[in-house]
């Protein structure tokens, strides 16, 4: 609940939302005010303020009774294009997890034995897992908002990489294009 005052939606539409809020609190209190109300239970109270220099505001119901249809399928449309687009990236992100598992299985199955220890096959093959980890890692921290993720990524690279190399990850313009060069 506290991150929808971080949402990128919020600050976009906050302000403009918060004035309509104010308008119409200003106009309902307005009204009670010069027109008289009628509270929960049902009980009509009369105007604070009478006078015919101060009518009660009000708008006819034909408008939104003729525009409602409309606006309900547009957002209806609107809706859909944003499940497709949110569907669409969750199949591309699952692809490039699924691609960088076989990355680091064809690794260790064309991996040639006959030219180096046991101990050098497993220090080459740990570099490329953790090559790919950090290329997957770096991708996720460049699509998620910087306050969200910043510190986690960077004590997850110092935690599981070379103090030189993570700090060439930091310190690139484009962090997965940095990860994907030292994978290469």
């Not at 005010?33 to 101060?54: I, N, P």
């Not at 119901?61 to 525009?67: K, N, P, R, S």
């Not at 460049?142 to 993570?166: C, G, T, W």
């Amino acid at each position: 609940l506290a991150a929808i005052l971080k949402s990128g939606v919020y600050k976009n539409l906050g302000r403009e939302v918060g004035t309509i809020t104010a308008a119409s609190a200003a106009l309902v209190l307005y009204n009670a005010v010069v027109g008289g109300y009628t509270d929960f239970e049902g009980v009509k109270h009369a105007a604070l303020v009478s006078s015919s220099f101060l009518p009660v505001l009000t708008l006819p119901m034909a408008a939104f009774t003729l525009t409602s249809p409309s606006l309900g399928l547009l957002l209806v449309f609107r809706t859909n294009s944003s499940y497709q687009r949110w569907d669409e990236a969750r199949k591309n992100w699952g692809m490039n997890i699924n691609h960088t598992r076989d990355l680091v299985r064809l690794a260790n199955v064309y991996y040639d034995n006959s030219v180096s220890t046991p101990e050098r096959r497993e220090e080459d093959l740990n570099h490329v897992a953790l090559c790919t980890w950090a290329f997957v890692r770096s991708m996720k921290r460049h699509l998620s908002p910087e306050e969200e993720d910043e510190n986690s990524f960077r004590a997850e690279l110092y935690a599981k990489l070379p103090p030189q190399q993570a700090e060439k990850i930091i310190n690139a313009a484009h962090r997965p294009n940095r990860a994907l060069q030292d994978l290469s």
